[in-house]
């Protein structure tokens, strides 16, 4: 899939919104991660990519089993928490927990439930906590339209403001990205404007959901896994419009493009570009780096190997 980057005058930005450039950091025990954690039952360990999180932020979740696990299932704050494994049979499970971009500071309970191969029931919960984030603030002067609709504009608003809810509310069962997650433009390495609240003609606007991408008319635009097309269409708000589904609540949305060559259910690749969470999207491609487990990592290197 090959997008291309609308520009108006000059160059303009792609924003890539929805879920997400530092290493990786370490993994902490569930105890050091969240205070009042309750242990999980004996075999079982719970392990978090941060101490606490912040408003827009992902955290990535690591459930450690001494017996093959059949199946986990997660929740927090209300929502459902997308779990998988890389490979059948493992013994490690993986998450994200996803902190939307205005959700209320505080501690909230993550809980961890599922069974073993063998049917033993499985369970973990910890209290994590979310801290206000810290965004910038602008003032913008735009077409009057974009602050004041008409009632012609404002039908079509809701109309795709709705749509994307409906899309967003579904969860694929299956995960359908497969490896590394990628940042979409080429020689890019960070973005912009993330949570920044605009005040738009004296008004105050949402934050910011996405992140924006500098790049010039004819940019290619790359998918950043592989996944399903759910939505290809031009939109009041964001222009030509994409969003890709990942599988497990996982979806990329790219706007402002000047082109656009998919079709709304059509399978891409990776370089062809959780939860309704609006969180920043590098956190995806650091957390989902392909980064080798804890058990991987500790085993020696064969003979002639790298």
């Given amino acids: 899939m090959s997008l291309q980057v609308n520009t108006a005058s000059g160059n303009r930005r792609v924003r890539l919104a929805c879920v997400c450039l530092v290493a990786i950091a370490t993994l902490l025990p569930v105890a050091a991660a969240a205070k009042q954690a309750r242990a999980c039952t004996a ?37 459902t928490v997308p779990i998988w494994q890389d490979a059948p049979g493992e013994k490690l499970r993986k998450g994200l927990l996803a902190v939307d971009l205005e959700k209320a500071p505080g501690e909230y309970e993550l809980k961890l439930t599922g069974q073993t191969a063998t049917g033993e029931k499985m369970s973990c919960s910890a209290m994590v906590a979310v801290k206000k984030g810290l965004f910038a603030t602008e003032k913008l002067q735009v077409e009057k339209q974009f602050v004041e609709p008409n009632p012609e504009q404002l039908k079509r608003a809701n109309e795709e403001r709705q749509k994307l809810r409906d899309i967003f509310d579904h969860v694929t069962p299956e995960r359908l990205w497969d490896g590394n997650f990628r ?62 589904d990942h599988g497990l609540g996982i979806y990329t949305f790219y706007g402002h493009l000047s082109e656009i060559d998919v079709k709304a259910g059509a399978a891409v690749e990776t ?19 392909n980064r080798p487990s804890e058990e991987t990592r500790k085993k020696p290197s064969r003979p002639g190997t790298n």
């Fill in 43 to 79: 075999g079982t360990t719970l392990r978090l990519s941060a101490p606490q999180a912040s408003q827009g932020s992902l955290l990535l979740i690591e459930i450690k089993s001494t017996m093959p696990l059949a199946e986990v299932q997660g929740e927090w704050g209300g929502r």
């Fill in 183 to 244: 940042i979409p433009l080429d020689g890019v390495t960070t973005g912009s404007n993330f949570g920044k609240r605009r005040i738009l003609n004296g008004n105050p606007g949402s934050p910011h959901g996405g992140m924006d991408l500098p790049g010039a008319t004819g940019t290619p635009v790359h998918a950043a896994q592989r996944g399903r097309v759910a939505l290809a269409e031009e939109l009041f708000f964001s222009g030509n419009t994409v969003v890709i």
């Fill in 271 to 289: 370089g062809l570009t959780v939860e309704r969470a609006r969180v920043n999207p590098l956190l995806l491609v650091k957390l989902l780096s």
